[in-house]
């Protein structure tokens, strides 16, 4: 399915058929790119950029590498091709002829969905608007930039959802995207972990490893919506995700390789001192992450959660995969309850508890990265384990929020601790100031093409097979 490029707004819905639609969104064109001007990455505006842009969305290379100013980048809207008799596959509607427009009772359930996932997007990239600035290497400078314009391309795609289904509310909520702003006092972004800083890069890594991954499982369960719009919107975002993922796992990683050949060449206690970030302050790190990361999927129990399933509009990770009625009306599901000083599992209706279902998947994935990072220490010969902290670590956001722990604390490892305790041994479960601040003072911008920053391993290869000294970013 081929993409127009000839229109001011690159798409493959035929905008070009619509002309009230196409309009609206040429009118909002300039205030994205406002947006981006105003809160995107603070430099490199007038830079090329090796950037990939989507020529196609089928499977087979839908990515077009070339050198591209930023603000010359083609956003645009693009759907995964049409399934031919895509019917609903859960919930009360389940057999129906997937919809094709808002049924008029869920409107404003849907747009709150897509409201939610649309506005992380350009959070996002105002979070780690001044990364840039001190890029361990023009490979790493390059991959931050193409994670931030696909995110506003993510944007992109919510708002048309936005201008196309939703008339008028649907137009004021696309310009609230612009609006609000990650960490502003008086607009913030929805959610929290959109509103905590990035301040480096390995903060960096950690939310495109941790928060992008939570992107990936509500893009994943809004791609079974029975909305199909919805449904094909979200399966060609994920395949942009990947990619963001994918700089998370391996920037991780290169930190734990460079990390690791220091503890070998110097001492294990003497990386600091030779300028790497050592595996204590790296899981603290994670641990900060992951937690926050684990309160975006919401409360355990959540009516809002049950009802959009019912309703047909958000499904559960891979809905069509599970050998199930997709009613859930008699189903049980376990999930982790605080019981003295003990954890036990307790079931509870799969309808209620759905979002603990989607924490578990989004959990094992997690997992999943955590044991190819010690293997990569493994390798090295070096004794050292990263963990995932436990779920009810450092929670904001349900069942273990402090609130509902009632003076109890959780440590990472999942024991139920006084708040003495916690006070006592917070620092070394997350990052101090005393860790942010020395992270902070490693970030130095290294821009020779093949030179890499010396906290940082290079990456084992390019980015579409490029050689090691290769361009990315063209400086001058
Ligand atoms: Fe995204
Ligand atoms: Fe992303």
């Given at each position: 399915?081929?993409?127009?490029?000839?229109?001011?707004?690159?798409?493959?819905?035929?905008?070009?058929?619509?002309?009230?639609?196409?309009?609206?969104?040429?009118?909002?064109?300039?205030?994205?790119?406002?947006?981006?001007?105003?809160?995107?990455?603070?430099?490199?505006?007038?830079?090329?950029?090796?950037?990939?842009?989507?020529?196609?969305?089928?499977?087979?290379?839908?990515?077009?590498?070339?050198?591209?100013?930023?603000?010359?980048?083609?956003?645009?809207?693009?759907?995964?091709?049409?399934?031919?008799?895509?019917?609903?596959?859960?919930?009360?509607?389940?057999?129906?002829?997937?919809?094709?427009?808002?049924?008029?009772?869920?409107?404003?359930?849907?747009?709150?969905?897509?409201?939610?996932?649309?506005?992380?997007?350009?959070?996002?990239?105002?979070?780690?608007?001044?990364?840039?600035?001190?890029?361990?290497?023009?490979?790493?400078?390059?991959?931050?930039?193409?994670?931030?314009?696909?995110?506003?391309?993510?944007?992109?795609?919510?708002?048309?959802?936005?201008?196309?289904?939703?008339?008028?509310?649907?137009?004021?909520?696309?310009?609230?995207?612009?609006?609000?702003?990650?960490?502003?006092?008086?607009?913030?972004?929805?959610?929290?972990?959109?509103?905590?800083?990035?301040?480096?890069?390995?903060?960096?890594?950690?939310?495109t490893y941790f928060t992008d991954r939570d992107g990936k499982y509500q893009l994943?369960?809004?791609?079974?919506?029975?909305?199909?719009?919805?449904?094909?919107?979200?399966?060609?975002?994920?395949?942009?995700?990947?990619?963001?993922?994918?700089?998370?796992?391996?920037?991780?990683?290169?930190?734990?390789?460079?990390?690791?050949e220091l503890m070998k060449e110097h001492g294990e206690d003497k990386v600091r001192?030779?300028?790497?970030?050592?595996?204590?302050?790296?899981?603290?790190?994670?641990?900060?992450?992951?937690?926050?990361?684990?309160?975006?999927?919401?409360?355990?129990?959540?009516?809002?959660?049950?009802?959009?399933?019912?309703?047909?509009?958000?499904?559960?990770y891979g809905e069509t995969k599970i050998d199930d009625d997709h009613l859930l009306?008699?189903?049980?599901?376990?999930?982790?309850?605080?019981?003295?000083?003990?954890?036990?599992?307790?079931?509870?209706?799969?309808?209620?508890?759905?979002?603990?279902?989607?924490?578990?998947?989004?959990?094992?994935?997690?997992?999943?990265?955590?044991?190819?990072?010690?293997?990569?220490?493994?390798?090295?010969?070096?004794?050292?384990?990263?963990?995932?902290?436990?779920?009810?670590?450092?929670?904001?956001?349900?069942?273990?929020?402090?609130?509902?722990?009632?003076?109890?604390?959780?440590?990472?490892?999942?024991?139920?601790?006084?708040?003495?305790?916690?006070?006592?041994?917070?620092?070394?479960?997350?990052?101090?100031?005393?860790?942010?601040?020395?992270?902070?003072?490693?970030?130095?911008?290294?821009?020779?093409?093949?030179?890499?920053?010396?906290?940082?391993?290079?990456?084992?290869?390019?980015?579409?097979?490029?050689?090691?000294?290769?361009?990315?970013?063209?400086?001058?």
């Open positions: 399915m081929a993409i127009d490029y000839q229109e001011r707004i690159p798409n493959n819905v035929d905008l070009s058929e619509d002309r009230r639609l196409k309009r609206a969104l040429e009118a909002w064109q300039p205030n994205f790119l406002n947006w981006w001007q105003e809160m995107g990455p603070t430099q490199f505006q007038a830079n090329e950029v090796y950037l990939r842009t989507a020529i196609s969305v089928d499977s087979k290379g839908w990515a077009n590498f070339g050198h591209v100013k930023m603000p010359d980048y083609r956003w645009g809207i693009f759907l995964a091709e049409r399934e031919e008799g895509r019917t609903v596959n859960f919930g009360e509607h389940k057999g129906e002829a997937a919809w094709q427009e808002v049924p008029g009772e869920y409107r404003g359930n849907l747009r709150r969905l897509i409201v939610t996932q649309g506005d992380t997007e350009p959070a996002s990239v105002e979070q780690q608007r001044q990364l840039g600035l001190t890029a361990p290497s023009l490979y790493d400078l390059r991959n931050l930039l193409q994670v931030n314009v696909e995110e506003g391309r993510h944007l992109w795609a919510m708002v048309y959802l936005l201008h196309g289904f939703f008339g008028r509310d649907g137009r004021e909520e696309a310009e609230q995207m612009l609006q609000r702003h990650s960490g502003d006092v008086d607009k913030p972004r929805i959610l929290g972990a959109f509103n905590e800083e990035t301040p480096d890069w390995l903060s960096f890594f950690m939310f994943a369960s809004l791609a079974e919506s029975g909305f199909d719009p919805l449904s094909r919107t979200c399966r060609f975002m994920l395949t942009e995700e990947a990619h963001h993922m994918f700089v998370g796992e391996t920037g991780v990683g290169r930190v734990i390789l460079r990390t690791c001192e030779m300028g790497g970030i050592d595996l204590t302050t790296l899981q603290k790190y994670l641990n900060f992450h992951c937690s926050v990361s684990l309160d975006l999927f919401g409360s355990e129990r959540s009516t809002n959660a049950a009802n959009f399933y019912s309703m047909g509009l958000k499904g559960r009306g008699n189903d049980l599901y376990p999930i982790l309850e605080m019981e003295g000083d003990k954890f036990v599992l307790r079931e509870d209706n799969a309808l209620t508890v759905i979002n603990e279902r989607l924490r578990d998947d989004y959990v094992t994935d997690c997992e999943r990265g955590v044991r190819r990072w010690n293997q990569i220490i493994k390798r090295q010969g070096l004794d050292f384990e990263l963990k995932l902290p436990h779920r009810a670590f450092n929670r904001q956001i349900g069942s273990f929020n402090l609130e509902n722990l009632a003076g109890k604390r959780v440590s990472p490892d999942g024991r139920v601790i006084t708040e003495a305790e916690w006070t006592q041994n917070v620092g070394d479960w997350l990052p101090t100031d005393e860790d942010r601040a020395y992270v902070i003072s490693l970030m130095q911008s290294v821009t020779e093409p093949g030179k890499f920053a010396n906290w940082i391993a290079p990456p084992a290869r390019g980015i579409n097979n490029q050689p090691a000294d290769f361009e990315y970013v063209r400086l001058n």
